[in-house]
């Protein structure tokens, strides 16, 4: 039996399932505004639509029940396109997709990554 909080059992799930996450994992966003894996609000992603890879995080709006949005760091015009070199060199086919795919963003993009402060 686990002896901790709520919230203390949450951050130890969050952290193990991000150790499990690889890159390039998809993550489905419900409804709901869940998502599968769980993602914690600020996880960096790539977004793959209409042959195209944005890099971004994923944030949960907390002004708006069930509501993701997608914030883009500064530099994205220089990360979007190796995040594409990345995504087609590993899931090509996602990139004549007819749906977006959000999927965890590999390390070294992640660490380029500089957001407005």
Same mark, same amino acid.
């Given at each position: 039996?686990l002896?901790?909080?709520?919230?203390?059992?949450?951050?130890?799930?969050?952290t193990?399932?991000?150790?499990?996450?690889d890159?390039?994992?998809?993550?489905?966003?419900?409804?709901?505004? /869940?998502t599968k894996?769980?993602?914690?609000?600020?996880? %960096?992603?790539?977004l793959?639509q209409?042959?195209?890879?944005?890099?971004?995080?994923?944030?949960?709006?907390?002004?708006e029940?069930y509501?993701? /949005?997608? %914030? =883009?760091?500064?530099?994205? *015009?220089?990360?979007?396109p190796?995040?594409?070199?990345?995504?087609?060199?590993?899931?090509? *086919?996602?990139?004549?997709?007819?749906?977006? =795919?959000?999927?965890?963003?590999?390390?070294?993009?992640?660490?380029?990554?500089?957001? %407005?402060?």
């Amino acid at each position: 039996m686990l002896n901790c909080t709520g919230t203390q059992f949450n951050q130890k799930i969050s952290t193990y399932l991000e150790m499990k996450l690889d890159d390039l994992t998809e993550i489905k966003i419900n409804a709901n505004g /869940e998502t599968k894996p769980y993602v914690d609000s600020g996880t %960096e992603i790539l977004l793959v639509q209409d042959g195209t890879v944005s890099v971004g995080k994923l944030n949960y709006n907390p002004n708006e029940f069930y509501s993701t /949005e997608i %914030e =883009h760091p500064t530099n994205k *015009e220089e990360l979007n396109p190796l995040a594409t070199d990345i995504v087609k060199s590993k899931k090509p *086919e996602l990139l004549s997709s007819d749906i977006s =795919h959000v999927l965890t963003c590999p390390i070294d993009i992640k660490v380029k990554m500089k957001w %407005e402060k």
